[in-house]
């Protein structure tokens, strides 16, 4: 049997940076070349980033994309790296958007994968299943293709596919086992949720025994807005063995040696060109679908050959190891340090500062903050008013001198003093306005100093509109967004624990932990007076938001009808809050924003 020696490269590219993704492909692909690689694979959209969202639709981006991609080709033979086959994820289209009035059925963008050899673009493959739910659009933005590419190199039918090509049954897969290949490389840009990663190695291991083929599937790492991206890209046999498994969260180049049966020969004719001879002649009635031919789903098979790949190396086997998953905190804490660390320098801020109650989930924010950036990137401000404790002031402090962040003190009674001396205000009105005081603040820094504000409000916090609005919500972007609150507690446990296991000081004090969340907004104020207690709220919230649980269904899983109903009520009629809010790294099935799209403005309440 052939063996094909792998490159994965989880890199993490810039949505738009036509130029920088280029070079990361060259620079990589010189990596894999200097460890023997004889075929290098990179993820889906690499040139462009991933999702490049409503840029499809500009016809200038699209021939950027296009145009970057020939570059590309002759950049590597110019760096010598040509007889290298490299796989990229690109932007292509074969007519005018869909939007548009002179679209054309059947044509238009297309997510699409490339093999370059020899300074050509010498095999593409247009991604055939589009996925348009969760935070997905892709028929708002492509057209499907109707063929499967089969690549020919170093003795081995290689065929190529998309990311959601191998999330469905039947397709590219079912075709790959028609046309009889050795290998399916599968490109991705992938979204992180909790506990995907033990979805992922079932869903490839069916893939595999579908196609009757290897797969090596290669996903992108990184912060893009909302979403990150978290690797764990791996090789998996037919037979469902896991043969090499990547590390999360980090750039990684997984080299990997992998036997692979014989090409059969087929019937057909190659496409001409540099690097590519004309397909030998045969039946093709032994080893699968000839080039032409229509398999799974109406897919027409469409062949290629590369010749002159580099030879397999001598020496020891490559072996890419297999990395095992961490636990769910660990998980978690490593994506959103990922995606805010992406999010301030893609964006190319120098800092960030945040409010320091002295509470949980700004004590969270804050270490996060450190771990992403470095505590000299970090502003933490302590904005205690008259009703702001001892001990939230001296755990605020504490949290800066465990982390080394910048910190700073700034009362503001006397600004909240000025206001009430010249308007009659009381109850929850004066709470609101010691709350956008402090925001002011907080914006006011941002101006000044050039920090991104980052807000420190919880999903459970969000999805009850406990909050206020141009108050504790103002900020940037909201690193604990889609972390419920029993949750942000974990966090901080695991956190401290995980210092403590390395010899580190634990950035979070015991105190911010283990006392009773309070807004301290006003005399005694706990969140238990206007909220259920975060282990009885939590579990509602999570199955009427993240499980589509209506009234009856949380009833019957076990929840008080009374605080079912306070709870929904608060819930329905905070949507207008939560539009407003500012975006933070997803980490669930279905966090606010795209994933969950409800009108503001809707009179249906699940009581009837």
């Not at 690109?90 to 939007?99: F, H, K, R, S």
């Amino acid at each position: 049997m052939p063996t094909l020696r792998l490159a994965l490269c989880q890199v993490n590219p810039g949505v738009g940076d036509l130029t920088g993704n280029a070079d990361l492909v060259r620079s990589w692909t010189r990596r894999a070349a200097d460890s023997g690689a004889q075929l290098v694979l990179f993820p889906e959209m690499m040139l462009t980033g991933y999702p490049v969202e409503d840029l499809v639709f500009r016809r200038s981006f699209v021939a950027a994309s296009k145009a970057a991609l020939d570059r590309l080709a002759a950049d590597l033979a110019a760096d010598g790296l040509g007889e290298l086959p490299v796989v990229v994820g690109y932007l292509d289209a074969d007519g005018p958007p869909q939007v548009s009035g002179d679209a054309e059925p059947g044509r238009g963008a297309r997510n699409a994968a490339a093999l370059v050899h020899r300074g050509e673009v010498v095999a593409t493959y247009f991604k055939h299943h589009l996925p348009n739910y969760g935070v997905f659009d892709e028929d708002r933005y492509f057209v499907p293709g109707d063929t499967l590419t089969v690549v020919r190199l170093g003795g081995v039918d290689v065929a190529l596919t998309i990311c959601e090509d191998l999330w469905q049954a039947g397709g590219p897969f079912a075709a790959a086992r028609q046309a009889g290949v050795g290998l399916v490389v599968n490109i991705n840009g992938s979204p992180y949720e909790l506990n995907k990663d033990d979805l992922r190695l079932p869903v490839v291991r069916r893939r595999a025994a579908e196609a009757g083929a290897t797969i090596a599937y290669v996903n992108m790492i990184g912060g893009q807005d909302e979403l990150v991206f978290e690797g764990d890209s791996m090789i998996v046999a037919p037979d469902g063995t896991l043969l090499t498994r990547a590390p999360q969260f980090v750039a990684h180049l997984l080299v990997h040696d992998v036997a692979l049966p014989d090409a059969t020969e087929h019937g057909g004719t190659g496409h001409g060109g540099t690097g590519l001879a004309a397909d030998d002649g045969g039946s093709g009635d032994s080893g699968g679908a000839v080039d032409g031919a229509q398999v799974a789903d109406g897919l027409r098979v469409v062949r290629r050959t590369v010749e002159g790949i580099p030879p397999a190396p001598t020496g020891p086997v490559a072996t890419g190891g297999i990395i095992e998953p961490v636990a769910d905190e660990a998980e978690v804490w490593q994506a959103l340090v990922l995606g805010l660390r992406d999010y301030v320098d893609k964006n190319r801020f120098p800092s960030v500062v945040l409010g320091l109650s002295g509470g949980i989930d700004s004590a969270v924010v804050a270490a996060i903050a450190v771990d992403a950036l470095g505590g000299d990137r970090v502003v933490g401000v302590s904005l205690p008013s008259q009703h702001s404790s001892e001990h939230s002031r001296e755990d605020a402090a504490d949290l800066a001198k465990r982390t080394g962040l910048d910190y700073r003190v700034e009362p503001i009674q006397p600004m909240v003093d000025t206001f009430l001396a010249n308007m009659s205000l009381s109850g929850v009105t004066v709470e609101n306005l010691q709350a956008r005081v402090r925001g002011v603040i907080l914006m006011a820094l941002s101006n000044q100093e050039g920090h991104l504000v980052l807000t420190t409000g919880n999903k459970s916090e969000l999805a009850v509109g406990y909050s206020t609005l141009y108050g504790d919500s103002v900020g940037g972007f909201n690193p604990v967004k889609d972390v419920w609150k029993t949750l942000v507690w974990r966090l901080a446990t695991w956190r401290n624990a995980e210092a403590a296991r390395l010899g580190e000081t634990p950035p979070i004090p015991e105190n911010s932990i283990g006392k009773p969340p309070s807004a301290e907004l006003s005399p005694g104020q706990l969140d238990s007076d206007s909220l259920p207690d975060y282990d009885v709220l939590d579990p509602i919230l999570i199955g009427y938001i993240d499980g589509d649980l209506g009234r009856e269904g949380l009833i019957a899983s076990g929840h008080d009808p009374a605080v079912v109903d306070k709870v929904l009520r608060m819930v329905d009629t905070a949507e207008y809050k939560r539009r407003q809010s500012a975006p933070g790294t997803k980490i669930s099935m279905k966090a606010f924003g795209r994933d969950r799209r409800l009108p503001i403005t809707n009179r249906w309440r699940e009581d009837g």
